[in-house]
């Protein structure tokens, strides 16, 4: 306690008053204003705490939406490139399939030599033994259709030859046996020209009349649809990294930020399919190739109803020649198609043959990053603290946030593990088969296959999903602006161990 004395003018003294020191106005004013003082700064950093960690998650997701969807434009590329792809195959198994049975323009031109010889020769035989026949008793009932060239190559050519041949040996029969007097051999050898050759006669002819009214079709598929879909894919090309680049813009300036991504004009991943031209050695040159496996398993497919509706016509062998013509003609115009376009299909960048899935990037994280990745910033200037400019700004780059995405095939990938003679089950690729691959031949093993009972299927299945940051964000600095360059280039690099693809 502290007593104070107060003294009067009389020289008395007045009654003692008792203060304590804690009553001292003064002093509890001042420590008042300090702890005022130090609260409102405190409220500032939780404000300024809270603004920027709200506005860090806000630009995290902006991020993260500008990757995805930068990324789901080049997914969708990838499944616009693979599906047509598929239509082409399909398309060309329709043309190998008609072009199998009479030939190029169905005028016969186009027969190989064997087959000219041959024609040329059994034509001057039957116009000497169809008279001969006639002569002695035969009612010769395919002369003199039988005695003209054949307007037609392929399957119609090589089965109406083999019916030449028989008929030339039913005359040369018919001949003998008048010379003998057997009369009832030559009833019996017009008959079997009548009812057993003939009728094989007539439905070659009849292939050969369907072909020649399909031909302008054909033609048009081969001038017109063809290159469509390849000029669609070129637009494809075109398209992806301007659509890709300006949403990645676009997301961001949905949420009031400002998006970038990296590389700054994404492409897919693609290239034209080198190939050999291998000339007369097609079949094994292009056996392989990808418009090979897109077409080939169609033709299995779709020419069962004709070797189901040709298989009663056994002294031709229309059903054995159709099915070797039609493998021969796989590669043929498939080589054509490549020679005389100059435009193969669309396949993976750094595509190997002789095989499908042993590619470098299979095997290499970063190639694999630098051909499906996409990385998306979303950038803004630092915003000003509460408590400017007592309080100054702490990142004065401006705030980056960053997401990795990417393009993937989520179709099974077993390289070399394809069950029997079917094709290899690869999902990163521009051909999209339905796993297992049962209903899609391989061209390897045409033996395995006569017809095929199950329609091939496709899954289109090319996905894209976000991913931990990888190395690859350390070679977005130069390929990004000064605002985001600024700010990526102070990042640590990514340590590998921290990898996870």
């Not at 806000?58 to 995805?68: G, H, K, L, N, R």
């Not at 669609?232 to 990645?248: C, F, H, M, N």
């Not at 033709?299 to 509706?309: H, T």
Request: proline share 6%.
């Amino acid at each position: 306690m502290i007593r104070i004395i107060e003294v009067t003018n009389a020289g008395t003294s007045k009654s003692f008053r008792h203060i304590r020191c804690g009553a001292r106005r003064g002093a509890m004013a001042y420590v008042m204003l300090l702890s005022m003082f130090a609260f409102s700064v405190l409220g500032m950093f939780v404000m300024d705490i809270a603004r920027m960690t709200s506005r860090k998650l806000e630009m995290q997701q902006v991020a993260d939406s500008t990757a995805y969807s930068t990324s789901l434009v080049m997914t969708r590329g990838m499944n616009a490139v693979t599906v047509s792809n598929h239509h082409i195959g399909e398309v060309m198994a329709f043309v190998i399939l008609h072009k199998a049975i009479a030939g190029e323009n169905v005028d016969g031109r186009d027969k190989t030599r064997q087959q000219q010889a041959l024609d040329n020769q059994l034509s001057f035989a039957l116009m000497v033994l169809g008279p001969a026949a006639l002569a002695a008793g035969g009612r010769a009932s395919t002369f003199p259709d039988c005695a003209e060239d054949i307007r037609a190559a392929e399957t119609v050519c090589d089965g109406k030859l083999m019916l030449k041949m028989e008929i030339a040996s039913v005359y040369a029969a018919q001949i003998i046996a008048a010379a003998y007097g057997l009369q009832a051999v030559v009833a019996a050898l017009s008959d079997f020209e009548e009812y057993v050759i003939k009728p094989e006669w007539d439905a070659l002819d009849r292939m050969e009349r369907q072909a020649r009214a399909d031909l302008p079709r054909r033609k048009r598929l081969e001038r017109e649809f063809l290159v469509a879909i390849q000029e669609y894919q070129d637009e494809v090309l075109r398209d992806v990294p301007e659509v890709a680049s300006s949403t990645a813009g676009a997301v961001a300036g949905a949420s009031w930020g400002q998006g970038v991504c990296f590389p700054s004009r994404p492409e897919l991943p693609l290239v034209r399919e080198p190939f050999r031209d291998g000339g007369r050695n097609h079949q094994r040159t292009m056996a392989r190739t990808q418009i090979v496996r897109a077409a080939y398993p169609w033709v299995v497919f779709d020419r069962g109803p004709v070797l189901a509706n040709t298989s009663w016509m056994l002294l031709s062998q229309t059903t054995e020649w159709y099915r070797d013509w039609t493998d021969f003609d796989t590669t043929e115009r498939s080589q054509w198609f490549y020679r005389g376009k100059g435009r193969p299909m669309l396949v993976i960048r750094r595509h190997v043959l002789p095989e499908k899935g042993t590619e470098p990037w299979t095997k290499d994280a970063k190639l694999a990053d630098e051909q499906f990745s996409v990385i998306g910033f979303a950038y803004e200037p630092s915003p000003r603290p509460f408590g400017s400019p007592a309080l100054k700004r702490q990142n004065k780059g401006g705030l980056v946030a960053y997401a990795q995405a990417i393009t993937y095939g989520a179709n099974p990938q077993n390289p070399g593990k394809s069950t029997g003679p079917f094709q290899p089950e690869i999902g990163w690729d521009t051909l999209a088969w339905t796993a297992p691959v049962k209903s899609s031949g391989a061209y390897e093993f045409p033996a395995s296959f006569a017809a095929g009972r199950t329609c091939p299927r496709i899954h289109l299945n090319w996905q894209t999903k976000l991913v931990p940051v990888t190395g690859y964000l350390d070679r977005s600095v130069a390929d990004t602006p000064d605002e985001v360059s600024r700010v990526v280039g102070r990042i640590v690099p990514v340590a590998g161990a921290m990898r996870t693809h």
